[in-house]
């Protein structure tokens, strides 16, 4: 792989603009810094949904498990209950519309992670009863999440420790009041991770010809030589990394999805099966 010496041009909805006092900056998209070697295709094998699955395994909520993979619009729900025609009235592609579901979509992650009701509040601009009623309605439609809030609580306060369900563990010596989010993020973080790792070593052992260049959380990039780069190939390459699973009682298969460029990293697009 090969790092563009030369800086990118930023393309003129990138640059700065101001309009009156205020300033709004697009930083450009470094991704398209990383090019492949010539003769190769580079390739983005991105885990879609991982955190969110794996809190809802790790709340033993089958019912919102199925609902992540079946690309139901949990956030466009949330809204729709929460504010009612403020949001519902509002055309499918309106500015506002797409941004209080962002909100949602936030403000289910950091319920998730523990943030408390003010935190989303204040970070939203919501009214602070806004923020607790939508976080007792989350509570209501998925008690498990707060079941393994308490779990990590308990295993903080007893054990000073989480692990997850590939069996690694990290011990805590902070006091306890402020590790309890730090606690429940490491949980889904670290497994996330681990799928990951174990994606690499998968497909580093099962194509010896594909050169892996970096994992990125969520995310592995690698490249292939272009005479390689046919659906066979990226067939095997899904089945490969569909094989792994989050061992739960009910073990977790996180869907992957594929983009690649023959340009550079950042110009990736997804290969529709």
């Known amino acids: 792989m090969l790092i563009s010496p030369s800086p990118m041009d930023q393309p003129s ?3 700065s603009s101001s309009s009156g006092s205020s300033q709004r900056i697009v930083l450009p998209n470094v991704r398209k810094l990383f090019i492949p ?3 190769c295709v580079i390739v983005d094998a991105d885990l879609t949904g991982a955190d969110a699955l794996v809190v809802a ?3 033993n909520d089958d019912d919102l498990i199925q609902k992540i993979l079946s690309g139901y619009d949990l956030h466009t729900e949330n809204a729709n209950e929460l504010f009612g025609p403020e949001f519902s009235n509002l055309p499918p592609k309106h500015h506002r519309r797409h941004a209080i579901r962002q909100q949602l979509k936030s403000g289910v992650h950091g319920t998730n992670y523990g943030a408390a009701a003010r935190t989303l509040a204040v970070t939203f601009g919501w009214r602070v009863a806004v923020a607790e009623r939508f976080q007792t309605n ?3 439609k998925h008690p498990g999440v707060k079941d393994w809030h308490f779990r990590v609580q308990a295993d903080l306060r007893l054990h000073r420790r989480v692990s997850n369900k590939f069996g690694y563990r990290i011990i805590y ?3 306890l009041d402020s590790l309890f989010t730090q606690a429940l993020a490491w949980i889904p973080q670290s497994t996330v991770a681990e799928v990951c790792f174990r994606g690499a070593l998968h497909i580093e052992n099962s194509f010896p010809f594909i050169q892996m260049l970096l994992q990125v959380h969520d995310s592995l990039v ?3 030589p272009s005479h390689r780069f046919e659906p066979g190939t990226i067939e095997a390459i ?3 990394l ?4 989050v061992p739960y009682p009910n073990p977790l298969f996180i869907p992957w999805k594929l983009s690649a460029s023959t340009v550079s990293w950042g110009d990736c697009e997804e290969i529709k099966s």
């Open 242 to 245: 569909s094989s792994i699973s």
């Open 37 to 39: 070697d010539p003769g």
């Open 222 to 224: 690698f490249q292939i």
């Open 138 to 140: 989350w509570f209501r």
């Open 57 to 59: 395994a790790e709340s």
């Open 173 to 175: 010596f902070d006091r």
């Open 13 to 15: 909805s990138a640059r």
């Open 238 to 240: 899904r089945k490969t």
